[in-house]
């Protein structure tokens, strides 16, 4: 069975912040609630162990979901408990090692921002299990076995759009420039060619927006939950969620929720290729995107990653990359980290 990456992003706070005072409960929108338990995870902040607080079995869910805390179905009446234990501490540590965090093994408001923040709806099990073996510049990973395209020096692969599952209030060759110019990002680093075909059903790669259970046991959630998501090589499935308010123009799109098509694109391209998630907060690769975000350009952990799989386009050159990073200032700054000082509990700034 093929596996699967999926991008999900979070209700922003900026436009809640009228319903969080004076009250500590969070209210929350109905067509947000598929982060609504998320929202009440900074009741946590500064938790530590030992600490025993009502809902903190939620935050074990979501460590267990993503792949940090570790369980058998017989232990589960055990573990999901409000308590903050040993194992927990341990998850804890494990993820803000792995998601480039302070590791203090508490809640602290930077990890509780991180848990929050949008990110992939599937398990990081592969980045906590790859972490420790790679070397510390090199934080990419990989799909069990390292699936791939083809064993050939060069190939091509097609992609193609659903001519039933598109959006309607973006122009259809606006969509295409965007996947067009993700494509060639990825083909500039690897001997690697795309080309847009006709024949959606016969095409390697197959794209289009659903929304819900649209059949691949892999079921949307609206509004403001996962984004999209790709399955491993050579499956070739990249699905948007049709939920979202997509943009390609950020200038057009007022919308406060907008995400960048193209950012989306690029990322899911990555997964389409055999990349799974990396450790590196810059990265392409790295598994959260917030609204009206816009991050295009590959990393130096992109590309090394991706050409231990396919090898390098001989036209590339690492020299040009480091310029372009440094020109384009790509250290970007977590745009969720007004959190930590807009949201406030309780009459606390965190």
Known sequence: MFQFFSYTTFSLYLTLLPHLFPAKTTLI????????????????????????????????KYFHKFGYLQISESDVGDIFTDLFDDSFESAVVNYQRCLGLTVTGKLDAGTVTQIMSPRCGV????ITNLTDLLHVAKNYAYFYGEPRWGRSAHMTLTYAFSGDHMIDYINSSDVRDAFHRSFSRWSAVIPVNFT???????????IGFYSGDHGDTVPFDGVLGVLAHAFSPENGRLHLDEAETWAVDFRSSKSK????????????????????????????????????????????????????????????????????NISSGWIIINPLNWLTYLVIVSGVLL
Request: glycine residues 6%.
């Open 257 to 324: 929720v907008a995400i960048d098509l193209e950012s989306v694109a690029t990322h899911e391209i990555g997964h389409i290729l055999g990349l799974a998630h990396s450790s590196v907060k810059g990265a392409i690769m790295y598994p959260s995107l917030s609204p009206r975000t816009k991050k295009v350009d590959l990393k130096i952990d992109d590309v090394e990653g991706v050409q231990a799989l396919y090898g390098s386009n001989p036209n590339f050159q690492y020299s040009s990359m480091i310029e372009s």
């Open 123 to 126: 398990s990081d099990a592969m």
């Open 29 to 60: 929108a109905s067509d947000l609630s598929p982060n609504a338990t998320w929202n009440n995870f900074v009741n946590f902040i500064d938790a530590g162990n030992g600490a025993n607080f009502s809902g903190m079995s939620e935050v074990k």
């Open 196 to 206: 847009e075909a006709d024949d959606y059903s016969s095409s390697d790669i197959k």
